[in-house]
């Protein structure tokens, strides 16, 4: 999945990608690298680089499997369930 995102912190398209298991390639902008790190998607800080890094993606089907992949383990990680447990566990330890 494409996403052209300039600046924020949580972009909800990214996240819904990654929960579909798709891999992205995106601006290394706002939260981006927290969303996407160890996925194999590409994150970019020149936006001329964008044309070559979707055609390199397009022509590996081995990579394209595995960012997806890595993009779907990586969204089962920040499920409600988890992350709850580690909001509840951070508030407990400032006591």
């Given at each position: 999945m494409f996403i052209r995102d300039r600046?924020?912190?949580?972009?909800n398209?990214?996240?819904e990608a990654i929960a579909c298991g798709l891999p992205i390639i995106t601006s290394d902008v706002?939260?981006?690298f927290s969303?996407?790190?160890s996925t194999g998607s590409v994150l970019i800080k020149n936006e001329s680089n964008f044309s070559v890094?979707?055609?390199?993606?397009?022509?590996?089907?081995?990579r394209l499997?595995?960012?997806g992949e890595a993009s779907r383990k990586k969204a089962?990680?920040?499920a409600w369930e988890i992350v709850a447990l580690?909001?509840?566990?951070?508030?407990?330890?400032m006591k």
């Open positions: 600046d924020s912190t949580a972009c398209s990214l996240l706002g939260g981006n969303y996407l790190s890094e979707i055609i390199s993606l397009l022509k590996s089907q081995k499997n595995e960012a089962e990680l920040l580690q909001l509840d566990k951070f508030y407990k330890s």
